[in-house]
């Protein structure tokens, strides 16, 4: 008789969209995509505002009968059965709703950007090291199969030594008259919520340049790397169109990460403008489908293939009780591996590397005096920080 899997109860810190996607996600049969050591189970759910909201999320997400709703993230994080929460709060709140989960002796996986600034990240990984707990930042992406297949390709050396990524993630709001199609409230355009492209969307640009020109490098060799960036500000003072260059210049590599609000990088809804992804070497490239989010799809250009050009598929597999699969689980699966081998880190993204992406991204802003609010930029912890209260 095969040995029962391994299984992680889950608190979900927020009840919007992202919240019910990965809690969705969560509730999934492991075995819809062939995953069989490990499992979930949803214990609660919290809204900073009310229980009802709550309530009404574990309805909307069908959760099984004995999960429980909190109006207060303070509940949530003090339920003796919750095991890790995943933080899904605006950018704007991460640090002190992670901080207040650590606190609290939970693990914690935490949503990309995994903070507004560096000082917050490394004051993160500090608090969960000395007390010994799980953190990560939920960069789902690196989780799929395609991504861990495309690193492994780039490491056989089919395409030689990359030299090159080139990555866009962007979405076509433009609006009349100079706008955006989001009201200057929305998450997306407000500073107060740590808005902008880069935070939200070009974390996914440089997630590809990362886990192929950082992450891959030996350890004995990691470099940091500098850093030009130009942005375009938006009416709110937030970015809404961000260019970065990131250099390794030991490595001779560079990576060239966009990111946009009024051009999409899929124009027409069928990727017929061609890959968001280029990784580039001397023999090759290959080629990421978008979104660079959710790629389903890449393929390997070789200088000596003759014009043939290979082509892989990656879809996302579906619970077909539920109907549903959107390939956040795949992050939830990796949580629960580190906790039941004892890891504190992942090795997919370690604390390191996302406090070095968390330097690139702040290093970008400032360049492009992108500047948010004391409330969400400090980095003393407060409990009773509004962020932490909903205000109440």
């Known amino acids: 008789m095969a040995s029962q ?11 919007g969209g992202i919240a019910q996607t990965f809690t969705k996600d969560l509730l999934t049969n492991p075995a819809s995509r062939d995953v069989h050591d490990v499992a979930h189970k949803l214990v609660a759910a919290a809204s900073s505002t009310s229980k009802d909201s709550a309530t009404s999320f574990l309805e909307k997400v069908k959760a099984p009968s004995g999960a429980k709703a909190y109006g207060s993230y303070a509940e949530l994080v003090n339920d003796p059965d919750v095991e890790i929460v995943y933080v899904a709060t605006p950018h704007s709140h991460h640090f002190q709703n992670t901080m207040l989960a650590l606190e609290a002796g939970k693990h914690v996986l935490c949503e990309k950007a995994f903070t507004v600034n560096a000082a917050q990240a490394k004051k993160l990984v500090e608090t969960a090291r000395a007390k010994n707990l799980f953190l990560m930042e939920a960069v789902w992406t690196r989780y799929f199969p395609l991504s861990i297949k495309v690193r492994e390709l ?7 030594p990359v030299y090159r990524v080139i990555a866009d993630n962007s979405f076509g709001n433009d609006g009349p008259n100079g706008t955006l199609t989001f009201p200057n409230e929305n998450r997306m355009v407000n500073l107060d919520l740590a808005g902008g492209a880069l935070l939200d969307l070009g974390i996914y640009s440089l997630t590809w340049l990362f886990q192929i020109l950082y992450h891959l490098q030996p350890e004995a060799e990691k470099e940091s790397p500098h850093t030009v960036a130009a942005i375009n500000k938006y009416s709110t003072g937030a970015d809404e169109m961000t260019s970065i260059i990131i250099q390794f210049p030991k490595h ?8 946009c609000m009024r051009i999409p990088t899929n124009t027409d809804g069928h990727n017929s403008g061609g890959p968001a992804i280029k990784i580039q070497g001397p023999l090759g490239e290959i080629q990421v489908m978008g979104p660079a989010f959710s790629p389903k799809q890449y393929k390997i250009v070789k200088k000596d293939g003759g014009g043939k050009v290979e082509v892989v598929d990656c879809p996302i597999p579906k619970d077909p009780e539920r109907d549903w699969g959107h390939g956040m689980f795949w992050e939830a699966d990796e949580c629960a591996r580190c906790l039941r081998d004892g890891k504190k880190e992942s090795a997919t993204l370690p604390w390191s590397e996302s406090i070095v992406i968390m330097e690139v991204m702040e290093e970008a802003l400032k360049q492009g005096d992108v500047q948010y609010p004391h409330l969400i930029t400090t980095d003393v912890y407060d409990p009773k920080s509004p962020l932490n209260t909903g205000g109440k």
């Open 5 to 15: 899997p391994f299984t992680l109860k889950w608190g979900i810190m927020a009840t």
């Open 154 to 160: 780039v490491q056989s050396g089919v395409i030689g």
């Open 252 to 259: 001779k590599s560079m990576g060239i990460g966009m990111t």
